[in-house]
């Protein structure tokens, strides 16, 4: 039970479907190759994908749907009568194509060229039309009525290989997936936010699907058609990936066996509608397996083996088999088999460590027992170890716990120690407070043994800072408002000592940004558990009593096998906000308005904009460090000449984005600028531009009002705030709580 004490004054590559994508990448490691870095770095999985000409198809009397996937990806559009012509040099532009005309000429279209997505409204009925489903590249179904903007900026994001959910998950200590186990997503929607806690993704047994008929009774096997609108349904309300399965009878599923091309109809679909992860099970013929694997487009496979015969034996020639076998069209491996003795869970290991030391260039392994012999498996398991959930109907396989249980487990064994995590405030923080209720739920929802406190910094000494880190039981903290590098190691004996003397491991948004808004304890992988480790003796000038008092063994020292690591998260939350309704390659080579009262106020904002690869950047109210400016054309508005040029840009659409980082005190001048930018060119754009204000407090002005009014599209710092605290808990415990769980904890329910 994680415990809240409110303290004060305490111690002072990725394939696409018909051609390969473009090898040109949002280079998120190119800022900065300080050895002050220490090899850490910072990844954020977006790049710039696939650059063919993107044609949507659209039915009777949906034309607007092109004009949002042009806005989307921050193009002008334009409409076509075929696909004669249409050509990679008009990448430029998004092309739309009526249904009626599109089944012309689609099968004969440039493929290497022209990358295809039939836009079906679910509204006009179901299904889409069979032959455009068959001869596109990638499908979206959508509702009319809502339409979630969010969920087509993800499916185009990720189908045009702009983002890369596997690559970020697989960077991750642990990985965790749910099974939705209902014949009908609906029953999940108004839980999903509270199931999927503590999970990275969320799989949908097709297989447990239950299509009703007209006459009471239900599809022995569910339609395209139903489970099409049952994926839309689920990526409507979850930002998580979802993957996809059809699990057969043999394997404790429903689907049928006697037609293995039925499976391939299936997870090939599910390829066109942009699932991440595709299941497909190793009994299925290698011919339907590889044809799965080279028309992935930008999923993933999982290749899946289950036996529940009670013989399969690890340590056997059997099993090594298997595992070869699973590897030729996989990126991650899963072998899963229950068993009757608690030994064969050490030999699951045994093979385990065996698989990684014999096969290191292998796909990742994720491998657990069934069955309540086997549950010990799923704390050692890494790799997308599935789990449930107390509202769930019935569980998905025997044996399977929630990721409170596994974390409970981890905890009894003396995997995961009790650690006290900060949030560390200042007199003039006015969010720090209230986050400590939210930190208490998110522990106790993932059965985390952890305490954490809010406790307060003086304003200008940061010394108090190196007292709450050097304790045996520090497990990291935020900080807020985020402090400076250099006033962090400023005088600091025990920062400066760390590593052989080299100081904190310092990541490259920390490095460039120059400030730390969180603080990681990292761990040696061959070392002990923290919990009982040595400490070493703390700083004879920096000796104060722990604010935790006896609630937790707070010894000072830290312990030798760890490193502190300072990290920045805010910029993540910025370009998470950011390409919430965008997708990346929108803000590629445009240019942006950025406004602070001082460099450190605009530092997280200014990295944001060089991840996203902005072309221009134009400032107001602060000087631009070199290290801050690298990588960016920064220009400061001096003049009306500045502001001239600003406006005057090839780009209708410039400046496409303006970050306000200004305090809410001077938000009529926010407003102002925004009138300049937006009032006068808003209605000749076919690109709706974007405003992000970070001020926090009561303000004089409503610049969102404005911007929206001004033909942009509004953020503010509620979102930011909410996408950097997922962040942060990623870094601090090192699992995943949901974007949609931090509004609906704060109160600020997404739907």
């Known amino acids: 039970?994680?415990?809240?004490?409110?303290?004060?004054?305490?111690?002072?590559?990725?394939?696409?479907?018909?051609?390969?994508?473009?090898?040109?990448?949002?280079?998120?490691?190119?800022?900065?190759?300080?050895?002050?870095?220490?090899?850490?770095?910072?990844?954020?999985?977006?790049?710039?994908?696939?650059?063919?000409?993107?044609?949507?198809?659209?039915?009777?009397?949906?034309?607007?749907?092109?004009?949002?996937?042009?806005?989307?990806?921050?193009?002008?559009?334009?409409?076509?009568?075929?696909?004669?012509?249409?050509?990679?040099?008009?990448?430029?532009?998004m092309l739309g194509i009526s249904a009626d005309r599109a089944k012309i000429d689609i099968s004969s279209r440039n493929r290497d060229a022209v990358v295809v997505i039939n836009a079906h409204c679910v509204n006009l009925g179901m299904p889409p039309d069979t032959y455009l489903s068959t001869e596109c590249d990638y499908e979206f179904l959508y509702t009319e009525t809502p339409f979630f903007r969010r969920d087509l900026a993800r499916f185009i994001s990720f189908t045009l290989g702009q983002i890369n959910h596997h690559e970020t998950l697989m960077s991750k200590p642990r990985t965790y997936f749910i099974s939705t186990t209902f014949p009908d997503v609906r029953a999940a929607l108004p839980n999903i936010d509270i199931l999927t806690v503590g999970a990275d993704a969320v799989e949908l047994r097709v297989d447990l699907l239950r299509e009703p008929l007209s006459d009471g009774t239900f599809a022995p096997i569910p339609s395209l058609s139903y489970v099409g609108e049952q994926v839309m349904l689920l990526r409507q309300r979850t930002?998580?990936?979802?993957?996809?399965?059809?699990?057969?009878?043999r394997e404790n599923g429903r689907f049928p066996m006697d037609n293995p091309d039925l499976y391939y109809e299936y997870l090939?679909?599910?390829?066109?509608?942009?699932?991440?992860?595709?299941?497909?099970?190793?009994?299925?013929?290698?011919?339907?397996?590889?044809?799965?694997?080279?028309?992935?487009?930008?999923?993933?496979?999982?290749?899946?083996?289950?036996?529940?015969?009670?013989?399969?034996?690890?340590?056997?020639?059997?099993?090594?088999?298997?595992?070869?076998?699973?590897?030729?069209?996989?990126?991650?491996?899963?072998?899963?088999?229950?068993?009757?003795?608690?030994?064969?869970?050490?030999?699951?290991?045994y093979f385990r460590s065996k698989i990684r030391s014999e096969y290191p260039d292998s796909p990742p392994l994720s491998a657990v027992n069934m069955g309540e012999t086997g549950q010990f498996s799923r704390t050692l398991n890494k790799v997308f170890t599935p789990i449930t959930h107390p509202l769930l109907p019935i569980i998905a396989a025997p044996g399977q716990m929630s990721a409170a249980e596994i974390n409970a487990a981890l905890s009894l064994l003396g995997q995961l120690p009790k650690k006290s995590i900060y949030g560390i405030s200042s007199p003039f923080s006015r969010i720090a407070t209230p986050y400590a209720p939210f930190y208490e739920k998110c522990f106790n929802e993932l059965g985390l043994p952890h305490q954490f406190a809010v406790v307060e910094r003086q304003s200008k000494d940061l010394s108090c800072v190196e007292a709450w880190c050097n304790q045996k039981s520090f497990g990291g903290a935020y900080l807020s408002p985020p402090a400076s590098f250099s006033s962090l190691m400023h005088n600091s004996s025990f920062f400066s000592r760390l590593n052989n003397g080299s100081g904190p491991i310092l990541t490259d948004a920390a490095h460039v940004i120059g400030m730390v808004d969180t603080i990681v304890v990292e761990h040696s992988p061959a070392s002990t558990p923290p919990s009982a480790s040595s400490s070493i003796p703390s700083s004879p000038n920096r000796r104060t009593d722990s604010p935790f008092g006896s609630l937790a063994n707070n010894g000072h020292g830290s312990p030798p096998s760890s490193s502190l690591v300072f990290d920045n998260a805010s910029w993540r939350g910025i370009v998470s906000t950011l390409t919430r309704d965008h997708a990346?390659?929108?803000?590629?080579?445009?240019?942006?308005?950025?406004?602070?009262?001082?460099?450190?106020?605009?530092?997280?904002?200014?990295?944001?904009?060089?991840?996203?690869?902005?072309?221009k950047v134009y400032t107001v109210g602060f000087k631009t460090p070199p290290t801050l400016a690298r990588g960016l054309d920064v220009e400061p508005f001096n003049s009306l000449e500045s502001l001239q040029r600003a406006r005057m840009v090839g780009d209708e659409a410039s400046p496409f984005v303006i970050i306000s980082a200004l305090g809410p005190e001077k938000s009529n001048i926010v407003g102002m600028l925004i009138r300049v930018f937006g009032g006068s060119r808003g209605t000749s754009s076919q690109v709706r531009k974007v405003f992000l204000d970070l001020a926090d407090g009561p303000r004089k002005g409503d610049p969102s009002a404005v911007a929206e009014q001004s033909g942009f599209a509004a953020y503010g710092v509620t979102d930011t705030t909410a996408f950097t605290t997922v962040e942060t808990l990623r870094l601090l415990v090192g699992q995943n709580v949901p974007y949609s769980f931090v509004r609906l904890a704060s109160g600020q329910g997404m739907f």
């Not at 002008?76 to 008009?90: C, K, L, N, Y």
């Not at 699932?275 to 992935?296: F, G, S």
């Not at 290749?303 to 013989?311: M, Q, R, V």
């Not at 990346?584 to 009262?597: D, E, I, K, M, Q």
């Open 268 to 349: 090939y679909r599910a390829i066109q509608w942009g699932v991440e992860y595709i299941d497909v099970e190793l009994w299925l013929p290698e011919t339907i397996r590889r044809m799965l694997y080279e028309k992935r487009g930008n999923s993933h496979i999982m290749s899946a083996f289950h036996d529940f015969s009670g013989t399969f034996r690890w340590p056997s020639v059997q099993a090594q088999s298997i595992f070869l076998e699973s590897r030729k069209f996989a990126h991650i491996v899963k072998m899963i088999a229950i068993i009757n003795d608690p030994n064969e869970n050490f030999e699951l290991e």
């Open 584 to 615: 990346p390659s929108a803000y590629l080579g445009r240019v942006a308005v950025v406004l602070a009262s001082n460099s450190d106020d605009a530092a997280s904002a200014m990295y944001a904009l060089q991840v996203l690869c902005v072309g």
């Open 1 to 93: 039970m994680a415990t809240v004490h409110q303290l004060h004054q305490g111690p002072t590559p990725i394939r696409s479907l018909g051609a390969p994508a473009s090898d040109v990448t949002v280079d998120m490691d190119r800022h900065s190759q300080s050895p002050a870095m220490n090899g850490v770095k910072t990844n954020s999985g977006l790049q710039r994908g696939d650059t063919r000409t993107a044609v949507i198809i659209y039915g009777p009397g949906q034309e607007r749907i092109v004009a949002i996937f042009a806005d989307i990806l921050g193009k002008p559009h334009r409409m076509a009568d075929s696909f004669h012509g249409v050509t990679s040099a008009e990448q430029e532009l």
């Open 239 to 249: 930002e998580l990936p979802l993957i996809f399965t059809t699990r057969c009878t």
